[in-house]
């Protein structure tokens, strides 16, 4: 408090607050525990003793004291370098996230009164996009009138998804909803 003529104001200041991630494990010094069950970095295990004689031992070895099973009784922890198994674990989760296919979902629009020619180009154009792993959104829009004629889009619908019968699944099949007729097309697994 500083004192200010007759008032006393109080001056608080904030520091940044560093919140403890639930996914980060607790290192070292943050080990609170009486009793701990150690495990070296060669994977042995060397019993039940106290946090700071685990400690010492780590900082005998020039490594950290990682808890890694904190819900156990004792809580186990575990001598190894920290730093590298954080950068082992990125360059997993690196090599995981390469192997990944993200599926995205394509769309087709078509009319109701659609010409052979335009249906057998938006059908090589599904055919594409399938053939990538995408999934495909075929969508019918009404307009005006056409919408007492939605029978008419919901056969466009079921002769476009029966042409891609072979390559094909049909996750949903069409639809009115609104003033739009929608169904959903999935790439058929690999025999």
Do not use: W
């Amino acid at each position: 408090m500083v004192k200010y003529g007759r008032k006393f104001v109080l001056l608080i200041l904030f520091k940044e607050v560093f919140y403890i991630s639930k996914n980060a494990p607790q290192l070292n010094g943050e080990i609170k525990d009486k009793e701990v069950r150690v495990i070296s970095d060669t994977g042995e295990q060397l019993g039940i003793m106290s946090a700071k004689e685990a400690q010492q031992i780590a900082d005998d070895k020039g490594v950290d004291l990682v808890k890694i099973a904190p819900q156990a009784n004792p809580p186990v922890v575990k001598i190894m370098d920290y730093s590298k198994y954080r950068y082992e674990q990125s360059k997993r989760e690196k090599e995981n996230r390469k192997k990944q296919k993200t599926v995205e979902t394509k769309e087709i629009r078509l009319s109701i009164n659609i010409d052979i020619g335009d249906f057998n180009t938006k059908i090589n154009q599904a055919r594409k996009f399938l053939s990538k792993g995408d999934k495909v959104k075929v969508s019918i829009r009404l307009r005006g009138r056409e919408m007492a004629h939605s029978d008419l889009a919901v056969n466009n619908c079921v002769r476009f998804s029966e042409e891609l019968a072979e390559e094909a699944n049909v996750d949903k099949m069409p639809k009115l909803e609104g003033r739009q007729v929608l169904m959903f097309l999935s790439p058929k697994a690999p025999k």
